[in-house]
């Protein structure tokens, strides 16, 4: 008989916050006030990248795409999430596992594109006579396709792994989205195969986009110790600040919630994280570009005098 047939679980209870009452009223005014933040910080970077000719440089557009995937993580998690965290509330099983494919899909290419701007940090810095070459527009253009279809593709292998797995209870997630871990916990098969599956989809998607930053950041630091004068060194450290100050924070979370023992975290605690990883990283990248970045606070200031 087909795999699928057997499912018994049709839809799947999250919690939310209600198991947690004294933090109810602060976790909801974070899925409220947070992702309006979110959408109109990351909208305002889209359009002034958009309407700016001196923002038409390689680091914006790709900054551009990273503020889609930020909104794309906003629109998956928040909207059901604010409904769930309060009450809890019931989800299809269905609509679970899409939500879970679509939010995998925007951190994976997140973690791509992290890994893209530092390579455009190393070439504007370490070989600037041919950074215009290296990384042209059509180069740009076919670096980002890549990475959203790669997620695209390394997240649908996970989802027909997870659609083949039967769910015979219990249905309760105590969560606010629907995760992969959760998600697993609620299968009556042998989840090891898919366990193997995402250990090694982790190594192209988290570890490969990680070290290479590293390495292109030890080469930019030797480019920036050979410059003679402070003036030149500090431009380009300030250069490369706002995209390293991004990258500590979401790998910073990314480690907390996923590689920690499970057993040495609280259920509150992996929400608090998950709350920083899907609601407060979003919307904190724009404001570190705007406030670190001159070009930009430059645009701002056009704006505001019009």
């Known amino acids: 008989m087909d795999v699928m047939n057997q499912t018994i679980v049709t839809e799947v209870l999250l919690l939310g916050f209600q198991n947690i009452p004294s933090y109810k009223t602060m976790f909801l005014s974070f899925l409220i006030v947070f992702p309006i933040m979110t959408v109109c910080g990351n909208i305002l970077i889209i359009w ?38 309060y009450n809890g509330g019931t989800m299809s099983l269905s609509g679970c596992i899409v939500q879970f494919y679509f939010f995998g899909c925007s951190e994976t290419t997140e973690c791509v594109l992290l890994s893209i701007m530092g390579y455009d940090r190393y070439l504007a810095i370490c070989n600037p006579l041919s950074y215009s070459s290296l990384m042209n527009p059509m180069v740009c253009i076919t670096l980002v396709i890549i990475s959203w279809l790669l997620s695209l593709s390394l997240e649908l292998i996970v989802l027909i792994s997870t659609l083949f797995l039967q769910f015979c209870g219990p249905n309760v997630i105590d969560h606010f989205f629907c995760d992969l871990v959760p998600l697993l916990k609620l299968s009556c098969s042998d989840t090891i195969y898919i366990e193997m599956e995402v250990l090694i989809i982790s190594v192209p998607v988290i570890f490969t986009p990680l070290v ?33 100050l991004v990258v500590s924070i979401f790998y910073g979370t990314l480690t907390g919630i996923y590689m920690l023992p499970t057993k040495q975290k609280s259920m509150t605690v992996n929400k608090i994280l998950s709350l920083l990883y899907t609601v407060v990283t979003p919307m904190i990248n724009p404001i570190i570009y705007s406030l670190r970045n001159r070009d930009i606070k430059e645009a701002l200031k056009k704006i505001s005098c019009l």
């Not at 390495?215 to 110790?225: N, T």
């Not at 402070?230 to 600040?241: A, D, I, L, M, N």
């Open 48 to 85: 002034l990248v958009a309407s700016n000719s001196s923002l038409q440089s390689p680091m914006y557009f790709f900054l551009t795409q990273l503020s889609i995937s930020d909104l794309l993580v906003t629109t998956v998690i928040v909207p059901n999430s604010l409904y769930m965290a």
């Open 212 to 244: 290479s930053i590293a390495v292109f950041y030890v080469y930019i630091v030797q480019a920036a110790l050979r410059i003679s004068t402070t003036s030149g060194r500090s431009k380009v450290f300030s250069t490369c600040s706002s995209h390293l």
